[in-house]
Protein backbone atom coordinates (compact mmCIF):
# COMPACT_ATOMS: atom_id res chain seq x y z
CA UNK A 1 0.00 0.00 0.00
CA UNK A 2 1.81 3.45 -1.00
CA UNK A 3 2.08 5.78 2.38
CA UNK A 4 -0.23 8.09 3.13
CA UNK A 5 0.57 11.20 3.81
CA UNK A 6 -3.19 12.86 4.63
CA UNK A 7 -4.90 11.43 7.78
CA UNK A 8 -8.46 11.90 8.56
CA UNK A 9 -8.06 15.39 9.11
CA UNK A 10 -5.53 16.55 7.05
CA UNK A 11 -1.56 16.38 7.58
CA UNK A 12 -0.71 15.87 11.01
CA UNK A 13 2.56 15.23 12.99
CA UNK A 14 5.60 16.85 15.22
CA UNK A 15 5.84 20.34 13.78
CA UNK A 16 9.67 20.84 11.95
CA UNK A 17 9.64 17.08 11.46
CA UNK A 18 8.50 14.19 8.51
CA UNK A 19 5.80 15.97 6.22
CA UNK A 20 5.80 19.03 8.76
CA UNK A 21 9.38 20.70 8.16
CA UNK A 22 8.89 24.28 6.57
CA UNK A 23 10.42 23.12 2.95
CA UNK A 24 7.92 19.73 2.84
CA UNK A 25 4.58 22.10 4.02
CA UNK A 26 5.90 24.63 1.16
CA UNK A 27 6.35 21.48 -1.57
CA UNK A 28 2.74 20.22 -0.43
CA UNK A 29 1.37 23.71 -0.90
CA UNK A 30 2.72 23.96 -4.60
CA UNK A 31 1.35 20.38 -5.58
CA UNK A 32 -1.89 21.30 -3.56
CA UNK A 33 -2.03 24.29 -5.80
CA UNK A 34 -1.45 22.46 -8.60
CA UNK A 35 -4.20 19.68 -8.33
CA UNK A 36 -7.01 22.43 -6.46
CA UNK A 37 -6.07 24.88 -9.35
CA UNK A 38 -6.50 23.33 -12.56
CA UNK A 39 -8.47 25.01 -14.65
CA UNK A 40 -9.02 28.41 -12.68
CA UNK A 41 -7.16 31.05 -14.15
CA UNK A 42 -7.98 33.91 -10.81
CA UNK A 43 -6.18 31.30 -7.92
CA UNK A 44 -6.73 32.78 -4.90
CA UNK A 45 -5.66 31.27 -1.59
CA UNK A 46 -6.66 31.86 2.57
CA UNK A 47 -4.26 30.75 5.13
CA UNK A 48 -4.29 30.85 8.76
CA UNK A 49 -3.13 29.48 11.74
CA UNK A 50 -4.25 28.63 15.92
CA UNK A 51 -1.51 30.09 18.00
CA UNK A 52 1.60 27.54 18.04
CA UNK A 53 5.13 28.70 18.01
CA UNK A 54 5.56 26.83 14.84
CA UNK A 55 2.27 28.02 12.75
CA UNK A 56 3.35 31.51 11.41
CA UNK A 57 6.68 29.79 9.65
CA UNK A 58 4.23 26.98 8.74
CA UNK A 59 1.49 29.19 7.06
CA UNK A 60 4.51 31.41 5.52
CA UNK A 61 6.09 27.96 4.26
CA UNK A 62 2.17 26.71 2.61
CA UNK A 63 1.88 30.72 1.37
CA UNK A 64 5.61 30.14 -0.67
CA UNK A 65 4.18 26.89 -1.80
CA UNK A 66 0.60 28.24 -3.50
CA UNK A 67 2.36 31.40 -4.63
CA UNK A 68 4.44 29.01 -6.61
CA UNK A 69 1.24 27.76 -7.78
CA UNK A 70 0.10 30.85 -9.11
CA UNK A 71 -1.85 31.47 -6.05
CA UNK A 72 -2.26 35.21 -4.91
CA UNK A 73 -2.05 34.21 -0.75
CA UNK A 74 -3.82 36.20 1.78
CA UNK A 75 -3.72 35.48 5.26
CA UNK A 76 -6.09 36.23 8.46
CA UNK A 77 -3.63 35.43 11.21
CA UNK A 78 -4.69 33.84 14.21
CA UNK A 79 -7.99 32.17 13.43
CA UNK A 80 -10.39 29.45 14.50
CA UNK A 81 -10.89 26.25 11.57
CA UNK A 82 -14.20 26.64 11.46
CA UNK A 83 -13.61 30.50 11.27
CA UNK A 84 -11.04 30.28 7.87
CA UNK A 85 -13.36 27.66 6.72
CA UNK A 86 -16.20 29.73 6.84
CA UNK A 87 -14.46 32.86 4.68
CA UNK A 88 -12.81 30.51 2.79
CA UNK A 89 -16.72 29.88 1.35
CA UNK A 90 -17.98 33.81 2.11
CA UNK A 91 -14.88 35.13 0.54
CA UNK A 92 -14.86 32.37 -2.22
CA UNK A 93 -11.44 31.82 -1.80
CA UNK A 94 -10.41 28.72 -4.49
CA UNK A 95 -8.32 27.02 -1.42
CA UNK A 96 -8.22 27.71 2.68
CA UNK A 97 -5.09 26.27 4.42
CA UNK A 98 -5.19 25.68 7.99
CA UNK A 99 -2.16 25.51 9.88
CA UNK A 100 -3.56 23.93 13.15
CA UNK A 101 -3.11 20.39 15.39
CA UNK A 102 -6.61 21.14 16.49
CA UNK A 103 -6.98 19.86 20.62
CA UNK A 104 -3.51 18.42 20.37
CA UNK A 105 -0.36 19.38 22.68
CA UNK A 106 1.60 22.66 21.02
CA UNK A 107 4.99 20.82 19.81
CA UNK A 108 2.25 19.26 17.63
CA UNK A 109 0.95 21.03 13.94
CA UNK A 110 -0.57 19.85 10.87
CA UNK A 111 -2.32 21.16 7.39
CA UNK A 112 -5.75 21.09 6.82
CA UNK A 113 -7.28 22.43 3.29
CA UNK A 114 -10.47 23.14 1.95
CA UNK A 115 -11.92 23.82 -1.15
CA UNK A 116 -13.93 26.91 -2.30
CA UNK A 117 -17.01 25.35 -0.65
CA UNK A 118 -15.45 25.05 2.92
CA UNK A 119 -15.31 21.41 3.19
CA UNK A 120 -12.35 18.97 3.87
CA UNK A 121 -10.90 17.89 0.38
CA UNK A 122 -12.24 14.66 -1.42
CA UNK A 123 -9.98 11.25 -1.04
CA UNK A 124 -9.27 11.89 -4.95
CA UNK A 125 -7.81 15.02 -4.50
CA UNK A 126 -5.77 14.40 -1.60
CA UNK A 127 -4.44 11.02 -3.81
CA UNK A 128 -3.38 13.42 -6.44
CA UNK A 129 -1.49 15.76 -4.21
CA UNK A 130 0.15 12.38 -2.51
CA UNK A 131 1.29 11.42 -5.77
CA UNK A 132 2.59 14.53 -6.43
CA UNK A 133 4.37 15.01 -2.84
CA UNK A 134 5.96 11.41 -3.08
CA UNK A 135 7.78 12.18 -6.21
CA UNK A 136 8.37 16.01 -5.69
CA UNK A 137 9.37 17.51 -2.37
CA UNK A 138 11.59 20.04 -3.76
CA UNK A 139 10.92 23.35 -1.66
CA UNK A 140 9.38 26.56 -2.74
CA UNK A 141 11.51 29.34 -2.10
CA UNK A 142 10.27 31.84 -4.52
CA UNK A 143 6.71 32.04 -3.76
CA UNK A 144 5.44 35.47 -2.50
CA UNK A 145 4.76 36.38 1.46
CA UNK A 146 0.94 36.39 2.31
CA UNK A 147 -0.99 39.55 2.53
CA UNK A 148 -2.59 40.09 6.00
CA UNK A 149 -6.04 41.11 5.74
CA UNK A 150 -7.56 42.56 9.02
CA UNK A 151 -10.73 43.24 7.71
CA UNK A 152 -11.24 39.15 7.46
CA UNK A 153 -11.46 38.67 10.98
CA UNK A 154 -14.23 41.38 11.55
CA UNK A 155 -16.02 39.87 9.02
CA UNK A 156 -16.14 36.58 10.59
CA UNK A 157 -17.18 38.49 14.01
CA UNK A 158 -20.04 39.94 12.11
CA UNK A 159 -20.80 36.70 10.79
CA UNK A 160 -21.23 35.31 14.03
CA UNK A 161 -22.75 38.53 15.59
CA UNK A 162 -25.55 39.15 12.80
CA UNK A 163 -26.12 35.68 11.71
CA UNK A 164 -25.84 33.16 14.29
CA UNK A 165 -26.91 35.71 17.28
CA UNK A 166 -29.77 37.35 15.28
CA UNK A 167 -32.45 38.64 17.59
CA UNK A 168 -30.44 37.09 20.69
CA UNK A 169 -29.51 39.22 23.49
CA UNK A 170 -27.58 37.78 26.07
CA UNK A 171 -28.27 40.92 28.41
CA UNK A 172 -27.64 39.63 32.46
CA UNK A 173 -26.42 36.44 31.44
CA UNK A 174 -22.63 35.62 33.31
CA UNK A 175 -20.48 33.42 30.82
CA UNK A 176 -17.27 32.13 32.00
CA UNK A 177 -15.44 31.57 28.30
CA UNK A 178 -12.10 29.27 27.77
CA UNK A 179 -10.54 29.37 24.90
CA UNK A 180 -8.22 26.93 25.22
CA UNK A 181 -5.15 29.63 24.18
CA UNK A 182 -6.40 29.00 20.83
CA UNK A 183 -7.50 29.95 17.40
CA UNK A 184 -10.60 31.28 19.16
CA UNK A 185 -8.68 33.63 21.39
CA UNK A 186 -9.95 37.07 19.90
CA UNK A 187 -12.84 36.45 18.54
CA UNK A 188 -14.75 34.39 20.92
CA UNK A 189 -14.79 36.60 23.80
CA UNK A 190 -15.75 39.69 21.86
CA UNK A 191 -19.07 37.38 19.83
CA UNK A 192 -21.01 36.90 23.63
CA UNK A 193 -19.36 40.15 24.84
CA UNK A 194 -21.25 42.35 21.93
CA UNK A 195 -24.41 39.87 22.37
CA UNK A 196 -24.37 41.65 25.88
CA UNK A 197 -23.27 38.62 28.08
CA UNK A 198 -20.85 39.58 30.43
CA UNK A 199 -17.68 37.30 29.48
CA UNK A 200 -15.39 35.99 31.86
CA UNK A 201 -12.54 34.83 29.36
CA UNK A 202 -10.07 32.29 30.54
CA UNK A 203 -7.10 31.15 28.67
CA UNK A 204 -7.70 33.35 25.84
CA UNK A 205 -3.57 34.85 25.75
CA UNK A 206 -1.65 32.24 23.41
CA UNK A 207 2.19 32.54 23.83
CA UNK A 208 2.50 30.02 21.34
CA UNK A 209 3.35 27.07 23.79
CA UNK A 210 0.36 26.90 25.88
CA UNK A 211 -2.15 25.97 23.61
CA UNK A 212 -4.97 23.21 24.98
CA UNK A 213 -2.60 23.25 28.11
CA UNK A 214 -4.55 22.35 30.83
CA UNK A 215 -7.17 23.90 29.26
CA UNK A 216 -10.08 23.69 26.54
CA UNK A 217 -12.86 21.00 26.31
CA UNK A 218 -9.99 18.72 26.79
CA UNK A 219 -9.00 19.44 30.20
CA UNK A 220 -12.48 21.59 31.72
CA UNK A 221 -11.77 21.03 34.89
CA UNK A 222 -10.58 24.88 36.11
CA UNK A 223 -13.33 25.84 33.65
CA UNK A 224 -16.10 24.01 35.88
CA UNK A 225 -14.32 25.43 39.15
CA UNK A 226 -14.35 29.11 37.91
CA UNK A 227 -18.01 28.80 36.85
CA UNK A 228 -19.28 27.34 40.41
CA UNK A 229 -16.38 30.68 42.26
CA UNK A 230 -18.69 33.38 39.99
CA UNK A 231 -21.64 31.80 39.80
CA UNK A 232 -21.59 32.12 36.17
CA UNK A 233 -24.95 31.31 33.74
CA UNK A 234 -22.86 28.94 31.95
CA UNK A 235 -19.41 27.85 31.28
CA UNK A 236 -18.05 27.44 27.23
CA UNK A 237 -14.82 25.55 26.61
CA UNK A 238 -13.54 25.55 22.91
CA UNK A 239 -10.37 23.65 22.00
CA UNK A 240 -7.37 24.69 20.26
CA UNK A 241 -8.59 25.41 16.55
CA UNK A 242 -12.26 26.34 18.20
CA UNK A 243 -14.56 23.78 16.02
CA UNK A 244 -15.73 21.78 19.50
CA UNK A 245 -17.51 22.72 22.55
CA UNK A 246 -18.21 22.05 25.65
CA UNK A 247 -20.37 23.21 28.44
CA UNK A 248 -20.43 23.67 31.98
CA UNK A 249 -23.88 24.47 33.26
CA UNK A 250 -24.61 26.66 36.70
CA UNK A 251 -23.60 24.08 39.17
CA UNK A 252 -20.38 23.07 37.71
CA UNK A 253 -21.61 19.99 35.90
CA UNK A 254 -20.16 19.33 32.31
CA UNK A 255 -22.41 18.81 29.36
CA UNK A 256 -20.70 17.04 27.17
CA UNK A 257 -21.62 16.72 22.60
CA UNK A 258 -24.55 14.07 23.70
CA UNK A 259 -25.75 16.50 25.79
CA UNK A 260 -25.74 19.32 23.40
CA UNK A 261 -27.13 17.22 20.70
CA UNK A 262 -29.96 16.42 23.27
CA UNK A 263 -30.76 19.97 24.11
CA UNK A 264 -31.14 20.86 20.52
CA UNK A 265 -32.37 17.84 19.17
CA UNK A 266 -35.40 17.89 21.88
CA UNK A 267 -35.93 21.63 21.01
CA UNK A 268 -35.86 21.78 17.43
CA UNK A 269 -35.99 18.09 16.27
CA UNK A 270 -40.22 17.81 16.73
CA UNK A 271 -40.68 20.59 14.11
CA UNK A 272 -38.13 19.46 11.57
CA UNK A 273 -39.95 17.36 8.37
CA UNK A 274 -37.25 14.23 9.28
CA UNK A 275 -36.76 13.85 13.06
CA UNK A 276 -33.03 12.44 12.60
CA UNK A 277 -30.23 13.64 14.63
CA UNK A 278 -26.75 11.99 13.04
CA UNK A 279 -24.53 10.53 15.91
CA UNK A 280 -21.44 8.74 15.85
CA UNK A 281 -21.01 4.90 17.30
CA UNK A 282 -19.28 6.53 20.40
CA UNK A 283 -22.68 8.55 21.31
CA UNK A 284 -24.23 7.00 24.55
CA UNK A 285 -27.39 5.43 24.61
CA UNK A 286 -28.50 7.74 26.88
CA UNK A 287 -28.77 10.37 23.98
CA UNK A 288 -31.06 8.08 22.07
CA UNK A 289 -33.35 7.65 24.79
CA UNK A 290 -33.25 11.08 25.53
CA UNK A 291 -34.14 12.02 21.85
CA UNK A 292 -36.37 8.69 21.30
CA UNK A 293 -39.01 10.23 24.19
CA UNK A 294 -39.80 13.58 21.84
CA UNK A 295 -40.23 11.59 18.49
CA UNK A 296 -36.96 12.16 17.76
CA UNK A 297 -34.67 9.19 16.33
CA UNK A 298 -30.82 8.63 15.75
CA UNK A 299 -28.79 8.26 12.34
CA UNK A 300 -25.90 6.06 13.87
CA UNK A 301 -22.66 7.08 11.67
CA UNK A 302 -18.61 5.75 11.92
CA UNK A 303 -16.46 7.97 14.26
CA UNK A 304 -15.14 11.32 13.00
CA UNK A 305 -17.14 15.09 11.63
CA UNK A 306 -16.30 13.81 8.07
CA UNK A 307 -18.94 10.60 8.31
CA UNK A 308 -21.82 13.16 10.36
CA UNK A 309 -21.66 15.60 7.63
CA UNK A 310 -21.90 13.02 5.26
CA UNK A 311 -24.88 11.86 6.12
CA UNK A 312 -26.23 15.11 7.34
CA UNK A 313 -26.43 16.25 3.25
CA UNK A 314 -27.06 12.92 2.13
CA UNK A 315 -30.38 12.33 4.21
CA UNK A 316 -31.04 16.02 4.21
CA UNK A 317 -30.69 16.61 8.49
CA UNK A 318 -30.48 19.51 10.26
CA UNK A 319 -28.46 17.91 13.04
CA UNK A 320 -25.20 16.07 13.81
CA UNK A 321 -22.13 15.87 16.40
CA UNK A 322 -19.95 13.82 18.69
CA UNK A 323 -19.42 13.17 22.13
CA UNK A 324 -16.37 15.05 21.84
CA UNK A 325 -18.11 18.69 21.12
CA UNK A 326 -17.77 18.67 17.55
CA UNK A 327 -21.86 19.95 16.52
CA UNK A 328 -22.83 20.49 12.56
CA UNK A 329 -25.74 22.51 12.08
CA UNK A 330 -26.56 21.28 8.76
CA UNK A 331 -26.97 23.82 6.28
CA UNK A 332 -27.46 26.37 8.97
CA UNK A 333 -23.82 26.98 9.20
CA UNK A 334 -22.47 25.91 5.51
CA UNK A 335 -21.88 22.09 7.18
CA UNK A 336 -18.88 23.78 8.98
CA UNK A 337 -18.97 22.56 13.00
CA UNK A 338 -18.25 25.77 14.92
CA UNK A 339 -17.92 25.57 18.74
CA UNK A 340 -18.94 29.73 18.99
CA UNK A 341 -21.39 28.94 16.74
CA UNK A 342 -22.79 26.07 18.80
CA UNK A 343 -22.81 28.05 22.02
CA UNK A 344 -24.40 30.64 20.78
CA UNK A 345 -27.61 27.74 19.38
CA UNK A 346 -27.67 26.31 22.87
CA UNK A 347 -28.01 29.47 24.76
CA UNK A 348 -30.59 30.51 22.36
CA UNK A 349 -32.61 27.38 23.76
CA UNK A 350 -31.98 28.86 26.98
CA UNK A 351 -33.68 32.41 25.90
CA UNK A 352 -36.40 30.70 24.27
CA UNK A 353 -37.48 28.48 27.16
CA UNK A 354 -36.55 30.54 30.21
CA UNK A 355 -34.69 27.14 31.73
CA UNK A 356 -31.22 27.10 32.86
CA UNK A 357 -28.73 24.62 31.22
CA UNK A 358 -28.47 22.17 34.31
CA UNK A 359 -32.55 21.51 33.23
CA UNK A 360 -32.63 21.17 29.92
CA UNK A 361 -29.37 19.07 29.79
CA UNK A 362 -30.74 17.09 32.53
CA UNK A 363 -33.10 15.04 30.08
CA UNK A 364 -29.90 13.54 29.32
CA UNK A 365 -28.50 10.45 31.34
CA UNK A 366 -25.34 8.15 30.01
CA UNK A 367 -26.08 4.90 30.63
CA UNK A 368 -22.89 2.88 32.36
CA UNK A 369 -20.54 1.65 30.13
CA UNK A 370 -18.26 -1.22 30.71
CA UNK A 371 -15.14 -1.71 28.99
CA UNK A 372 -12.89 -4.67 28.68
CA UNK A 373 -9.62 -5.55 26.77
CA UNK A 374 -9.05 -8.91 25.74
CA UNK A 375 -5.25 -10.39 24.73
CA UNK A 376 -5.72 -11.96 20.91
CA UNK A 377 -3.00 -13.98 19.12
CA UNK A 378 -4.83 -13.28 15.91
CA UNK A 379 -7.43 -10.47 14.24
CA UNK A 380 -10.07 -12.12 12.25
CA UNK A 381 -12.89 -10.99 11.15
CA UNK A 382 -15.00 -10.71 14.08
CA UNK A 383 -18.22 -11.32 11.38
CA UNK A 384 -17.05 -13.87 10.27
CA UNK A 385 -16.81 -15.81 13.80
CA UNK A 386 -20.07 -17.31 14.18
CA UNK A 387 -20.10 -18.02 17.76
CA UNK A 388 -18.97 -14.12 18.58
CA UNK A 389 -21.82 -13.24 16.17
CA UNK A 390 -25.01 -14.97 17.36
CA UNK A 391 -23.31 -13.88 21.71
CA UNK A 392 -23.75 -10.22 20.39
CA UNK A 393 -27.00 -11.10 19.04
CA UNK A 394 -28.06 -12.39 21.94
CA UNK A 395 -26.70 -9.59 23.91
CA UNK A 396 -28.33 -6.66 22.46
CA UNK A 397 -31.34 -8.89 22.26
CA UNK A 398 -31.44 -8.71 26.22
CA UNK A 399 -30.34 -5.09 26.44
CA UNK A 400 -33.25 -4.03 23.78
CA UNK A 401 -33.59 -0.36 22.60
CA UNK A 402 -31.24 1.11 25.44
CA UNK A 403 -27.93 -0.79 25.31
CA UNK A 404 -25.71 -2.06 23.09
CA UNK A 405 -22.22 -4.30 22.26
CA UNK A 406 -19.26 -2.31 20.43
CA UNK A 407 -16.71 -4.76 20.00
CA UNK A 408 -13.30 -4.27 17.85
CA UNK A 409 -9.39 -4.36 17.94
CA UNK A 410 -6.82 -2.13 18.56
CA UNK A 411 -5.27 -0.60 15.66
CA UNK A 412 -1.89 -0.90 17.65
CA UNK A 413 -1.90 -3.74 20.16
CA UNK A 414 -2.67 -7.30 19.78
CA UNK A 415 -6.16 -6.73 22.04
CA UNK A 416 -9.89 -6.47 20.95
CA UNK A 417 -11.72 -4.47 23.03
CA UNK A 418 -15.27 -4.87 24.37
CA UNK A 419 -17.80 -2.06 25.24
CA UNK A 420 -21.31 -2.93 26.52
CA UNK A 421 -23.41 -0.41 27.00
CA UNK A 422 -27.14 -0.40 28.96
CA UNK A 423 -29.24 1.06 32.01
CA UNK A 424 -28.06 -1.41 34.68
CA UNK A 425 -24.43 -1.78 35.56
CA UNK A 426 -24.62 -5.44 36.79
CA UNK A 427 -26.51 -6.75 34.03
CA UNK A 428 -23.83 -5.06 31.10
CA UNK A 429 -20.62 -6.16 33.63
CA UNK A 430 -21.74 -10.30 33.35
CA UNK A 431 -22.09 -9.44 29.69
CA UNK A 432 -18.87 -7.76 29.22
CA UNK A 433 -17.32 -10.68 30.66
CA UNK A 434 -18.90 -13.44 28.65
CA UNK A 435 -17.83 -11.73 25.83
CA UNK A 436 -14.84 -11.50 26.79
CA UNK A 437 -14.14 -14.97 27.55
CA UNK A 438 -15.71 -16.09 24.62
CA UNK A 439 -13.11 -13.63 22.33
CA UNK A 440 -10.60 -14.88 24.26
CA UNK A 441 -11.51 -18.59 23.49
CA UNK A 442 -12.40 -17.85 19.97
CA UNK A 443 -9.11 -15.60 19.09
CA UNK A 444 -6.64 -17.77 20.84
CA UNK A 445 -4.49 -15.78 23.79
Known amino acids: MAQRIFGTDGVRGKAGEGWLTAGNVSALGRHAG ?72 AEDNGVKLFGRNARKLSDADELAIEAKLLADTTPSERGAAPELDPELEKAYLGYLVDKAGAGLSLAGMTIALDCSNGGGSRIAPRVFGRLGARVIPLCAEPDGENINKGCGSTHPEALQAEVRRMGANVGIALDGDGDRCLLVDERGALVDGDGILTICGRQDGPKWPDRRVVATVMSNKGLHKALREVGVGVLTVGVGDRYVVEALEREKLRLGGEQSGHIVFGDDNYMIGDGVYTALRVLRVLRETGKPLSE ?43 GRVLLRYSGTESLARVMVEGPDLGLIQAHAQGLAKLLAAELGT
Open 360 to 402: LAGAYRSFPQVLLNVRVARKPALSGIPAIVEAVAKVERELGDD
Open 34 to 105: EVLGAGSKARTALVGHDGRRSGPELEAALARGLSAAGFRVTSVGLISTPGLALLTRLREFHVGGMISASHNP
